[in-house]
């Protein structure tokens, strides 16, 4: 056996021709020791920390997006910084109307729609919406030295710088026994007024919870006094519910103004006299000629012996004819009447009335049909012409006497 493996290698040896000698044997014992000693880069003792903060990284990423799911924290439309204009979402679909209320903080109140009124006022006259409403200023003096011709008016309203002066003792009678209602503007109660031995104070003016306004008169039926109170909405101090308030005192007033009289021939006062004619609207040939003379010169003496329904039949006329000059020419002037200054009347032509308009036509037309006329005399100085219209109604339209020139003149918002 040992002959044969030395056999075998003598035989390798003479084959591969490889000696391997003492040299070699050397070069290979310096190579593995310099291989030895050389340092080496052990990436192996990183991977088990990196596959640590792998693995943390991809939990929290999970862990995040379940808790925004749920809690929605991160907004998916929400745009990063820098990426543009902001998604704007649109809102969401309901049945719920637009809120209103930053662009109007108030309901639609309703506005007093009835018959003009002319009304005195003490003080400086108030803003309303209302059209037909007319004011006369006068001082608190004057206004005492009236008399009987404070019913030519509808009310009177006595403003809050004026309280103090309108609580004096001697007053109170004036208003207990006046024909007409007399309100005084932010005052809680009508004590002061109406009670002799009370004096004014601030305390009496107005606060939250209290009337803004009273309103005070003598009753027709029983002699006691007939009193109200008239508040702001949500008791709020602002000039929109201030002008709600004059409203509903318009409409107070206008109910007071009708009495039984009234509800018979349709002209709110007592009538010492009336009298029936059979006619129509169309001026005789002699009252045209008479307007024309008038409409040249402008001359009232020109009016004498006219009855109320001749210068009644004037005033349309002149209407009819569009002639504006004539008409503001057959109003009568001063100022209890409350007629508007002649630069008023012309300088704001709408307003006042200066243009003949569509609702003058439809008068006008309504008046041709009419064939009898009710002369209605409630006392020597005034006078109402009343009649019966197509739709049921007993419309008026009142006269004045001028006392100086001792002719009738139409009055201010003359239709009642």
Same mark, same amino acid.
């Given at each position: 056996?040992?002959?044969?493996?030395?056999?075998?290698?003598?035989?390798?040896?003479?084959?591969?021709?490889?000696?391997?000698?003492?040299?070699?044997?050397?070069?290979?014992?310096?190579?593995?020791?310099?291989?030895?000693?050389?340092?080496?880069?052990?990436?192996?003792?990183?991977?088990?920390?990196?596959?640590?903060?792998?693995?943390?990284?991809?939990?929290?990423?999970?862990?995040?997006?379940?808790?925004?799911?749920?809690?929605?924290?991160?907004?998916?439309?929400?745009?990063?910084?820098?990426?543009?204009?902001?998604?704007?979402?649109?809102?969401?679909?309901?049945?719920?109307? =637009?809120?209103?209320?930053?662009?109007?903080?108030?309901?639609?109140?309703?506005?007093?729609?009835?018959?003009?009124?002319?009304?005195?006022?003490?003080?400086?006259? =108030?803003?309303?919406?209302?059209?037909?409403?007319?004011? #006369?200023?006068?001082?608190?003096?004057?206004?005492?030295?009236?008399?009987?011709?404070?019913?030519?008016?509808?009310?009177?309203?006595?403003?809050?710088?004026?309280? #103090?002066?309108?609580?004096?003792?001697?007053?109170?009678?004036?208003?207990?026994?006046?024909?007409? =209602?007399?309100?005084?503007?932010?005052?809680?109660?009508?004590?002061?007024?109406?009670?002799?031995?009370?004096?004014?104070?601030?305390?009496?003016?107005?606060?939250?919870?209290?009337?803004?306004?009273?309103?005070?008169?003598?009753?027709?039926?029983?002699?006691?006094?007939?009193?109200?109170?008239?508040?702001?909405?949500?008791?709020?101090?602002?000039?929109?519910?201030?002008?709600?308030?004059?409203?509903?005192?318009?409409?107070?007033?206008?109910?007071?103004?009708?009495?039984?009289?009234?509800?018979?021939?349709?002209?709110?006062?007592?009538?010492?006299?009336?009298?029936?004619?059979?006619?129509?609207?169309?001026?005789?040939?002699?009252?045209?000629?008479?307007?024309?003379?008038?409409?040249?010169?402008?001359?009232?003496?020109?009016?004498?012996? @006219?009855?109320?329904?001749?210068?009644?039949?004037?005033?349309?006329?002149?209407?009819? @004819?569009?002639?504006?000059?004539?008409?503001?020419?057959?109003?009568?002037?001063?100022?209890?009447?409350?007629?508007?200054?002649?630069?008023?009347?012309?300088?704001?032509?709408?307003?006042?009335?200066?243009?003949?308009?569509?609702?003058?036509?439809?008068?006008?037309?309504?008046?041709?049909?009419?064939?009898?006329?009710?002369?209605?005399?409630?006392?020597?100085?005034?006078?109402?012409?009343?009649?019966?219209?197509?739709?049921?109604?007993?419309?008026?339209?009142?006269?004045?006497?001028?006392?100086?020139?001792?002719?009738?003149?139409?009055?201010?918002?003359?239709?009642?």
């Amino acid at each position: 056996m040992d002959k044969q493996l030395k056999d075998l290698k003598r035989a390798y040896k003479k084959q591969n021709g490889t000696i391997f000698s003492n040299n070699d044997r050397e070069n290979v014992y310096r190579k593995l020791v310099s291989v030895q000693t050389k340092p080496q880069n052990n990436f192996s003792r990183y991977v088990p920390k990196a596959l640590s903060y792998i693995a943390y990284g991809v939990m929290l990423v999970l862990i995040l997006g379940i808790v925004n799911q749920q809690l929605d924290i991160f907004p998916q439309d929400s745009p990063l910084v820098g990426e543009g204009t902001p998604k704007i979402e649109k809102p969401p679909v309901t049945n719920e109307k =637009p809120n209103k209320e930053k662009e109007e903080q108030y309901p639609e109140f309703e506005l007093y729609k009835g018959k003009p009124l002319n009304i005195a006022v003490v003080g400086e006259s =108030p803003e309303i919406k209302e059209k037909q409403v007319s004011f #006369s200023e006068f001082s608190f003096e004057k206004l005492m030295l009236m008399g009987n011709d404070l019913d030519s008016y509808d009310a009177v309203f006595i403003m809050q710088e004026n309280l #103090s002066q309108a609580a004096e003792s001697k007053y109170a009678d004036v208003y207990l026994n006046s024909t007409i =209602p007399f309100f005084f503007i932010s005052a809680i109660n009508h004590i002061p007024f109406t009670v002799k031995d009370t004096e004014y104070n601030e305390s009496w003016d107005w606060t939250p919870g209290n009337s803004y306004a009273v309103g005070v008169l003598k009753s027709t039926e029983d002699d006691s006094l007939k009193n109200w109170g008239f508040g702001l909405y949500n008791d709020e101090l602002t000039e929109e519910n201030i002008k709600e308030m004059y409203s509903r005192i318009f409409k107070q007033v206008e109910k007071e103004s009708i009495t039984n009289a009234e509800e018979d021939i349709g002209i709110g006062a007592p009538v010492k006299d009336s009298n029936s004619v059979q006619t129509n609207i169309e001026p005789s040939a002699e009252l045209k000629a008479l307007y024309n003379e008038y409409a040249s010169k402008k001359n009232d003496q020109l009016l004498a012996g @006219l009855s109320p329904l001749d210068v009644f039949k004037l005033y349309f006329y002149a209407k009819q @004819l569009e002639d504006s000059e004539t008409t503001f020419a057959l109003y009568i002037k001063g100022e209890m009447f409350g007629t508007p200054s002649e630069d008023e009347y012309f300088g704001d032509p709408e307003f006042y009335g200066a243009i003949f308009n569509e609702n003058d036509k439809k008068l006008y037309a309504g008046l041709q049909q009419v064939k009898e006329f009710k002369i209605n005399y409630l006392n020597d100085n005034e006078a109402i012409i009343s009649w019966n219209d197509q739709e049921g109604s007993l419309p008026a339209f009142r006269l004045f006497k001028d006392p100086k020139k001792d002719v009738w003149k139409v009055s201010w918002l003359a239709m009642q």
